[in-house]
C-alpha cells in the first residue's frame, strides 16, 4: 500500500499468527464493552474501556502520565512489549488510544486494520475469557505537545494561512442538521454547525468496505482534492476526538503528513463554549 509508516498497521492475518507472542499485548478499545468485549474478544485481549481507562475520572481530559502507566502496568505491559490495538466503530477508539499511548512517547504500538468488524467478519477464534497477566512497570515521556490541539490553539488558525481544519464527521454533523450521531444520545452541544474555514472530509471515506484503510495513492486523492497537502499545518477534530483520532491516524502513519494535530475537545468543547464562532 505504500504507506509512509508500514509498521504502525498490522492485519488480522498477522495478528492471528502472532496472537501468542509473549512480547505482544493485544489491546480491545471499545466505548461500551458490553456488546463487544464482553461477548468476544481476540484471545488473549486486554480491555481498554475508553470511558472508564483512557480518560482521567474527574476532568475532560487524558490521562496523566502516571495514569497511563498505571493502566499499562496493570495490563502486564513493559517498555518492551509491542502494543497491538484494535477496537469497535471501525477502530474509531483504538485510533485514539493510539494517539493517547503516542502523546506519552509509547513507541511499540501497532494498529490492527479493519479492527473488530473484520476480524469478526472472518470468522476468526474469539473467546469471552478474560485474561489476566503478571503486573508490569512502564515508564511513559512527557506529553508530545505537537499532536495535541487544545480551544485556544483553534481559535487562534482560524483564517490563518497554511493552516487547515478538517472536520470528519457526517454531512449532517457537519451541517448543523444533527447535534451527535444516535449511538451517542447523551454527547451533544449546544448548537450545530461547524468550526469557520473547516472542510468536510467524514473519517469513513478514508476506508474500505470491510474498515481497512485505502490504499496511500486513493488517500493521497481523497485529501488533496480538498486542499488537504503536507505542506500545511492540519488540524483534525470532530465530536469527542475519537474519530479525528482516526484521521490523525491516516495523514500522519499513512500518508506520512508532518505537522498534524487532534483536537480532542472537539465539537463538545466548541459547541458548547460561549462565543465560540460556528459555520452551518
Known amino acids: 500500500m505504500d504507506y509512509a509508516k508500514p509498521d504502525s498497521l498490522v492485519s488480522t492475518e498477522w495478528v492471528a499468527a502472532n496472537i501468542h507472542n509473549s512480547s505482544l499485548r493485544i489491546v480491545e478499545v471499545d466505548y461500551d464493552p458490553v456488546p463487544n468485549y464482553n461477548q468476544s474478544h481476540i484471545p488473549g485481549a486486554v480491555l481498554f474501556d475508553w470511558r472508564k481507562d483512557l480518560n482521567d475520572p474527574v476532568s475532560r481530559d487524558l490521562l496523566s502520565r502516571q495514569q497511563l502507566e498505571e493502566l499499562l502496568g496493570k495490563a502486564g505491559i513493559d517498555n518492551s512489549t509491542t502494543v497491538v490495538l484494535y477496537g469497535d466503530f471501525n477502530n474509531w477508539f483504538a485510533a485514539y488510544a493510539f494517539w493517547d499511548l503516542l502523546y506519552y512517547g509509547v513507541a511499540n504500538i501497532k494498529l490492527m486494520n479493519g479492527g473488530r468488524k473484520k476480524w469478526l467478519a472472518e470468522d476468526r477464534e474469539v473467546t469471552k475469557e478474560v485474561p489476566t497477566y503478571p503486573r508490569a512497570s512502564f515508564s511513559a515521556k512527557e506529553p508530545d505537545a505537537s499532536i495535541r490541539a487544545y480551544i485556544d490553539d483553534v481559535k487562534g488558525v482560524i483564517g490563518k494561512g497554511g493552516w487547515a481544519l478538517v472536520d470528519v464527521r457526517s454531512p449532517a454533523e457537519f451541517t448543523g442538521q444533527v447535534l451527535t450521531p444516535p449511538e451517542y444520545p447523551n454527547e451533544g452541544a449546544q448548537r450545530g454547525g461547524h468550526i469557520p474555514g473547516a472542510v468536510n472530509i467524514p473519517w469513513g471515506q478514508a476506508v474500505n468496505e470491510d474498515g481497512t484503510f485505502k490504499s496511500a495513492d486513493e488517500l493521497q486523492k481523497l485529501y488533496a482534492s480538498r486542499g488537504i497537502t503536507p505542506d500545511k499545518n492540519i488540524v483534525t477534530y470532530c465530536r469527542i476526538g475519537e ?15 508532518r505537522n498534524v494535530k487532534n483536537y480532542d475537545g472537539s465539537w463538545s468543547e466548541w459547541g458548547n463554549g460561549i462565543k465560540n464562532p460556528i459555520e452551518k
Open 243 to 257: 474519530r479525528s483520532s482516526h484521521t490523525w491516524f491516516v495523514l500522519t502513519h499513512l500518508l506520512g503528513f
